[in-house]
């Protein structure tokens, strides 16, 4: 018999990106992680994790997930509760939206 450990809901959104030998030196996917992941207000972690009510995500994750001289693809972790799994979608969508205020934000040349 086969019984589970533990519980887990976890959704991940991978999206593929140029390789990392194009974009090292300005450290771009690290930057996009880290805007992502910070748990400051506003951002994507604290609106998942304390703004709404019940809370969607127990936390949010971002990295370059797979990085070859070829090819890489950008992930968002988001570690779900069990209300958040119930409305993953409405966790992709967020997720999205805070990816398109990224792009918005870098195309008018302000800080994010």
Do not use: N
């Not at 959104?13 to 974009?23: C, K």
């Amino acid at each position: 018999r086969v019984s589970p450990v533990r519980e887990s809901r976890l959704l991940r959104l991978l999206w593929p990106v140029p390789p990392e030998t194009e974009f090292r030196h300005c450290k771009s996917a690290r930057l996009v992680a880290s805007l992502l992941s910070h748990e400051r207000e506003g951002g994507l972690s604290w609106l998942l994790t304390k703004a709404i009510e019940p809370p969607l995500a127990t936390s949010v994750s971002a990295s370059l997930a797979y990085g070859m001289h070829s090819a890489a693809l950008f992930s968002v972790s988001v570690t779900l509760t069990p209300h958040g799994l119930l409305h993953y979608d409405e966790v992709g969508h967020l997720v999205h939206g805070a990816l398109a205020q990224l792009r918005a934000a870098v195309a008018q040349g302000l800080p994010p």
